[in-house]
């Protein structure tokens, strides 16, 4: 088989692939909501107007990537691309309150790490990065810390290729439902963490009509919460 050959044979079965995973109606209906998730992205994307929203247009791109991945059976990439958007997300957001590291992370001259934008005294989850901008949901952070830790070390765990991480040993693809369900229990958690980093972020500032864009997403995750009732006006459950 020459080189050419060969790559039409995995093209072929990529697709037939992604053609048993939408024949999987529960797990390709996990796939949707998956997808679906980029319009929450949107509407978080719609609220930033700093130099920092072409980073969150970064994460969403390879949050896209990563839908890809898993549609097509590349389960490993699906979760180094989750895993990379995740950060991406998170930068945008830490990135909005360090401006001169985020200039030199755009220039080069710095790179992205998770252990500093998730830092116990300076991350997003941090108790001075709550009190700078949502004082009102600190009692919170350290449950939305926890959350992002292990979905990241679990996502990281595919990065790094541990022993649980691999497919068959040998070469032929094939469509695995249960990493695919993994995969998106994993996004729904990722969307908590980063709409939790929004909210903390930039709701307080918001416009009338700002609150209005997100207030559906918003009381849909948090509308439980006392704190986030009271910023939205509405009456407790």
Request: aromatic fraction near 14%; proline fraction near 3%; hydrophobic fraction near 40%.
């Amino acid at each position: 088989m020459d080189v050419a050959s060969y790559y039409q044979g995995l093209t072929e079965r990529r697709s037939a692939i992604m053609a048993e995973c939408v024949a999987d109606k529960p797990t390709f209906a996990l796939h949707i909501a998956s997808h679906n998730v980029l319009k929450d992205f949107e509407i978080m994307l719609g609220a930033i107007v700093g130099a920092e929203r072409s980073i969150f247009m970064q994460a969403c791109r390879e949050y896209q990537y990563s839908l890809e991945a898993v549609l097509f059976g590349n389960y490993r990439h699906a979760f180094s691309s989750l895993r990379l958007a995740f950060e991406l997300f998170t930068a945008a957001i830490y990135f909005s309150a360090n401006q001169m590291k985020m200039r030199l992370w755009i220039q080069g001259h710095d790179d992205i790490w998770w252990s500093t934008l998730t830092d116990p005294e300076k991350g997003v989850y941090s108790h001075n990065f709550m009190k700078a901008f949502n004082p009102s949901l600190r009692d919170y952070r350290s449950q939305y810390s926890s959350l992002a830790s292990t979905v990241y070390r679990e996502c990281s765990e595919y990065v790094h290729g541990n022993p649980g991480t691999h497919e068959d040993t040998d070469l032929v693809v094939a469509y695995d439902s249960n990493r695919s369900k993994i995969f998106h229990d994993k996004v729904a958690t990722v969307r908590l963490c980063i709409l939790f980093q929004f909210v903390s972020r930039y709701l307080p500032e918001l416009s009338s009509s700002g609150k209005e864009a997100v207030e559906p997403l918003v009381l849909e995750s948090f509308g439980d919460l006392p704190e986030i009732q009271s910023m939205f006006g509405v009456a407790g459950k």
